[in-house]
Each structure stands twice: as C-alpha cells, then as structure tokens.
C-alpha cells in the first residue's frame, strides 16, 4: 500500500519483502512439487520476527502495531509470491495468535504465544468439519465434562496446517454449557488420541500442509479452555475478522508484481511488427487488475483503520475477502493470456500462482458466505440492532495495552 506507509513502516516492509525475496521463493517451486513444508524455514521466519511484528514484547514480539505488521505483512507477500507460505503464515498469525491474545489467559499467553512467535512451534485453528464447513454453528464435534477437564471425540477436515501442528485451538460443541453452545480449546497436538493426517493432495496452494485432525477420547485439562465455556463462537468470528483483513494485505502484497511482470512484458514482447502492449486487449487484461488492486488497497485500508480502533469490521473484513481472491484468481488468469504459452509452462511461477488463487475462493469462506454476511449486517443497520460481532474484543487485539 504505497503512499500511506511512514518511514518506519517502508523500512519494515523492504526488510520483509527481502525476507521473502531470499529465504522462500527460492524453494517455492521444489515446495509445490514435493507437497511440502519446510520446518527450518518456518524456524527461520521465526528468527527474522515476522510472526511477532504486532505481538507483545513479553512473549518475545516487537511490539509494534497492526500498521507496521501490515507493512511487513505486504512486502513478504511481494517478495516471496508464495501463496503456499503465505496461507499458513496468516492462519497462525491472524487466527491462532490474534485469537489467542485477545481471549487466552495469561497463563495460557505464557505458555502458547512464545514458541509460536519464534517459529519453534505452528499452530493450526480447527474449525471445518466433513459436511460443516462456513455453517459453524453446526460443529459435531463434542466435548464432554470430564471432572475439572474436558474429553474431546470427532473430527476436524480441511485444517491448514493440521499435519504439521505442534499446536491447535480446536471449536467444539459443550452441550453442557447450553444448546448449540461452542466452545474453543487449545492443547498440543501431541495429545494422547489426537491422530494428525498426511497432508491432502490438492492441486494448488501446495505448500500449505492441509489435513485432519482426529479426536478419539482426548483428555484436556481445564485451563485448555479458551474464554469462557460457550464463548467459542465469539473466539471463531473475532479470528475470522482479523484473518479477512490480512488475507487482504497479503493479496496486495502478491498481486502488484504479476502486474509489473505484465506491463514489462507487453512493452518489449512484439506481435506483427509492435509491442503487444499497443493492444487494446492488453491493455485492458492490465488496467483491469490494476483498478481491481487500487480498489482492494483502498478497502483493505479502511479495514485496517476500523481494526485499530477496535470497531466492527465484519463487512469491510468479507468486502476484502471477496475482493482479494477474485481479483488475485482473474490477475493470475489474464497473466497467463498475456505471456501466451509461456505463461503456461510449469517452470514459470504464473501457472502455480493461478492454482494457488483457485484456494482463495473457498479459504476464509467462499464469497457467497461473505455476501449473506453483509447482507445480514445490512438488514441489522436498516432494524437499528446490533450485529452479532459487537462485543467481539478487538482492543484487546490493537489497543496499547496488547503491545506492552
């Protein structure tokens, strides 16, 4: 996001886009090729600060604020061009730790926060289920009383990062604490009877470990419990808003140099004698994803300016979920036409790129979830009643108090 960026922050986001340029997209290809995550990279991410730009300096982040993270946020993005790092880097950061902060205990702050901000451990956030995917009031799995702890038995499909995890905050049904009440837990995956699946082979964003997790009978002890029993759902949405806006951010950060890549290859590759950049059709494909980046920029700003105060964001956080991957897929499809077959090549980045954009429609929620989103928003505005998400905690997330 050029131009709002002060100096502090343009330095952040050219160390970050180093940091991208040199330790990820080197590999990006061998990742995608081998289904693969690379743990010491993961380390070495860590060691560099970027999973803790935003987060406290007592659990071993810098204590900066979400503009400086979204700096760092936007020039790794633009450095690394891999979508497969870049899901499970947000949904650590912009699920587990954000959640995490604004809803654990300082005991569980102590014990969790630390070893994810330094790469040490990856975190996952089980939510979707076999046949509960957007509808997460919905969730089978159960939790049970146990004495003072928890018992947990069912299944959790499609997680980010699940194969890989040393840590998850898992969404559970307590009927215990009321009907349809969810609550959220966190605990190692290490847990007896917790079973972690191979990654799923998936066509695009391959680098992203993707799996299962499988709950047979896991104990957990009390203070595994995040909130309050029946506050789960708060947990979820307030992680929800927080991963929107920053899939935003990172979107900006990826799409503007398939944009540079196209206009620098229209005006020095010639067709009939002139550089296709004399034609209109390419032309357009261009200036389309450019309006389509500028308008993204703009939401994702206002987005970010709602968050820091601590205001609902729910429709600004699904207009930019919407808005980043069509316009992320559509600049990956038309960079394709524009460098023609080789484009299409396997050894050219654009090829993984639009597989990995085809993830974007259905990580974080398809768009027609968003659209019942806002449109509920919208008819609570027009009844004068308070959206559901009001007393979501988001400055406990941004306040000065979460970066001391």
Known sequence: ????????????????????????RPTSAERDQALGFDRELWRALGATGLFGVHMPERFGGQGLGVWEFSAALEGFSEGCQDMGVLVSFVAQVALVQAALLSYGSEEQLQRWLPPLISGEKIGCFAITEQGCGSDVRSL???????????????MKWNITNAPVADICMTFARLEEAGPNAISCFISETAAPGLTQSVPFDLMGNRGTPIGSLTFDNVA?????????????????YFGF?????FTGVSIVGCMQPVIDECLQYSLKREAFGRPISDNQYVQGHIVQAYTQLELLRSVVVRGLTALEKGQDCSTLASIIKMLASEAMHEACLNAMRIHGNYGYRRDFHFERLLRDSIGLFFAGGTSEIHKTVIWANLVAEAQNRSKAKDDLRLDAYTGAGAAA
């Open 220 to 236: 957990l002890a009390a203070d595994s419990l995040v909130g309050a029993e029946g506050q789960g759902l708060r947990v979820l």
């Open 1 to 24: 996001m050029n131009g709002i960026w002060n100096p502090q922050q343009q330095a952040i986001r050219a160390h970050y886009l180093a940091v991208g340029r040199d330790l990820v």
């Open 140 to 154: 089978k799995l159960a939790a049970s009383r146990d004495g003072s702890g928890y018992r947990l038995n069912g």
């Open 241 to 245: 808003l927080v991963e929107r806006i």
